[in-house]
């Protein structure tokens, strides 16, 4: 008998919510990096 965190459907799950979350970071950084160049322009 497989448990819950055994089944392919959870691991399937849980790889979803990783993937979620690195695009999440990856926008969040691409968001500070573009604020902080504008920052930059600003004051040059």
């Not at 965190?5 to 999440?24: D, G, P, V």
């Amino acid at each position: 008998m497989q448990t819950p965190l055994n089944t392919a459907e959870y691991r399937e799950f849980i790889r979803e919510i990783k993937n979620l979350i690195q695009s999440a970071q990856l926008k969040a950084a691409v968001s500070v990096n573009q604020i902080m160049l504008q920052l930059y322009w600003d004051l040059a």
